[in-house]
T-cell receptor, first 112, second 113 residues
């Protein structure tokens, strides 16, 4: 079955630097991969979606890459700010149905 | 503003008691979902519904039940058969399809008395 691995250790980054988070999957390449942000005690908020035939997607300071050979997606935040501190989740679409498989998330801490 | 409303924010269950978590959306989305989130784990799907009056079991449906009588509403009942109900429950909706983002409520935290 498909498994998703995100770094369980918190990532500490100095303000202004680029933060890079990793999402690895173990089995088939998903048709779509999504990234979400979750703040403590809140629901996840959608950030970006990338399709398997797309190498890269950008939105303002955010960039997502998708490497089906490495079975990996990278999520970058450039010019990071303390307000970017949160847990970031990746999720993969299962085939053509409506279900997503979720990673456990990586906690990002941006230090001023 | 459009969105998803979950209530209550906190809920306590006694032994042998069923409790119902509310989820309402005004986004006109066809699909709705219930997830359970435990520390250190990814979201796990309990039930989902693609259309009114229809719903499907997710990976961990045992001990839970749902209904979808209206497009806007997708309540989740945690029954006494669910032996480990303490968790953070999240409701989401989407237009449907794997290429659509999911919109989440702010969750209900359920604890055992």
């Amino acid at each position: 079955s498909q498994k998703i691995e995100q770094n369980s250790e918190a990532l500490n980054i100095q303000e202004g630097k680029t933060a890079t988070l990793t999402c690895n999957y173990t089995n088939y390449s998903p048709a779509y991969l999504q990234w979400y942000r979750q703040d403590p005690g809140r629901g996840p908020v959608f950030l970006l979606l990338i399709r398997e035939n797309e190498k890269e997607k950008r939105k303002e300071r955010l960039k997502v890459t998708f490497d089906t050979t490495l079975k990996q997606s990278l999520f970058h935040i450039t010019a990071s700010q303390p307000a970017d501190s949160a847990t970031y989740l990746c999720a993969l679409a299962r085939d053509s149905n409506y279900q997503l498989i979720w990673g456990a998330g990586t906690k990002l801490i941006i230090k001023p | 503003d459009g969105g998803i409303t979950q209530s209550p924010k906190y809920l306590f269950r006694k032994e042998g008691q069923n409790v119902t978590l509310s989820c309402e959306q005004n986004l006109n989305h066809d699909a709705m979902y219930w997830y359970r989130q435990d520390p250190g784990q990814g979201l796990r799907l309990i039930y989902y519904s693609q259309i009114v009056n229809d719903f499907q079991k997710g990976d961990i449906a045992e001990g839970y039940s749902v209904s979808r009588e209206k497009k806007e509403s997708f309540p989740l009942t945690v029954t006494s058969a669910q032996k480990n109900p303490t968790a953070f429950y999240l409701c989401a909706s989407s237009r449907g399809g794997p290429n659509q983002p999911q919109h989440f409520g702010d969750g209900t935290r359920l604890s055992i008395l």
